[in-house]
């Protein structure tokens, strides 16, 4: 009979380590946020080195920061690291019948843009929102939270006009709005100019 899976040798370790190290025992969510926002810019950064090693130990160690706070929930007793596994698949199954439903179900929706439009209806009905900025946290960069309120104002049909002055904000919203418009994520864009100016 085949041993637990590295998925389960994981959580196995992580429920360990919380019993028996001494600093790691000590931690919880708060203590830990710090953490999961530093391994999600260097697991950005791995993606721009285009170094395909650099960002499979990035990955872990993002991983490793959420497997923390599942087994944080789990001593309280508020869900299991399992849990947080299954909720991720379900959500996966449930926004994408296309490939998980009916055969023959949604056979039209073979491109990605069709794709994602189907996956903003699911979760359009799974959580509704009563304004483009119902969800989104106030301490996205801003670079990307206006690339996200533009999006969602887009994909409502509700009008957006972008000032025309001299203000900075208003010009910076206007480059998002041109980036967006030339199909570019603005916030890759300003990183990829940064590191340009930047000495070799």
Same mark, same amino acid.
């Given at each position: $009979?085949?041993?637990?899976?590295?998925?389960?040798?994981?959580?196995?370790? $992580?429920? %360990?380590?919380?019993?028996?190290? =001494?600093?790691?025992?000590?931690?919880?969510?708060?203590?830990?946020?710090?953490?999961?926002?530093?391994?999600?810019?260097?697991?950005?950064?791995?993606?721009?080195?285009?170094?395909?090693?650099?960002?499979?130990?990035?990955?872990?160690?993002? !991983?490793?920061?959420?497997?923390?706070?599942?087994?944080?929930?789990?001593?309280?007793?508020?869900?299991?690291?399992?849990?947080?596994?299954?909720?991720?698949?379900? *959500?996966?199954?449930?926004?994408?019948?296309?490939?998980?439903?009916?055969?023959?179900? !949604?056979?039209?929706?073979?491109?990605?843009?069709?794709?994602?439009?189907?996956?903003?209806?699911? *979760?359009?009905?799974? *959580?509704?929102?009563?304004?483009?900025?119902?969800?989104?946290?106030?301490?996205?960069?801003?670079?990307?939270?206006?690339? *996200?309120?533009?999006?969602?104002?887009?994909?409502?049909?509700?009008?957006?006009?972008?000032?025309?002055?001299?203000? !900075?904000?208003?010009?910076?919203? =206007? !480059?998002?709005?041109?980036?967006?418009?030339?199909?570019?994520?603005?916030?890759?864009?300003?990183?990829?100019?940064? %590191?340009?100016?930047?000495? =070799?």
């Amino acid at each position: $009979m085949p041993g637990p899976g590295p998925l389960e040798q994981f959580r196995d370790d $992580m429920r %360990r380590l919380r019993a028996e190290c =001494a600093w790691k025992r000590e931690q919880t969510h708060e203590s830990l946020r710090r953490y999961l926002v530093e391994e999600s810019w260097e697991t950005l950064e791995a993606i721009d080195s285009g170094d395909s090693d650099h960002l499979r130990e990035e990955l872990g160690d993002l !991983l490793l920061q959420i497997g923390f706070h599942a087994v944080i929930a789990e001593e309280a007793g508020e869900y299991t690291f399992d849990d947080v596994v299954q909720g991720i698949v379900d *959500k996966l199954r449930r926004r994408n019948p296309h490939v998980f439903g009916p055969d023959g179900e !949604l056979a039209g929706v073979t491109d990605a843009a069709s794709v994602n439009e189907l996956w903003e209806s699911v *979760k359009a009905q799974e *959580k509704p929102r009563d304004s483009v900025l119902d969800g989104l946290p106030p301490g996205l960069p801003a670079l990307l939270l206006a690339d *996200k309120v533009l999006d969602r104002a887009e994909r409502a049909g509700t009008p957006v006009t972008i000032p025309a002055g001299d203000d !900075l904000g208003d010009r910076l919203l =206007a !480059l998002v709005a041109e980036a967006r418009a030339a199909g570019v994520d603005p916030e890759h864009a300003l990183r990829d100019a940064v %590191r340009r100016v930047l000495p =070799a």
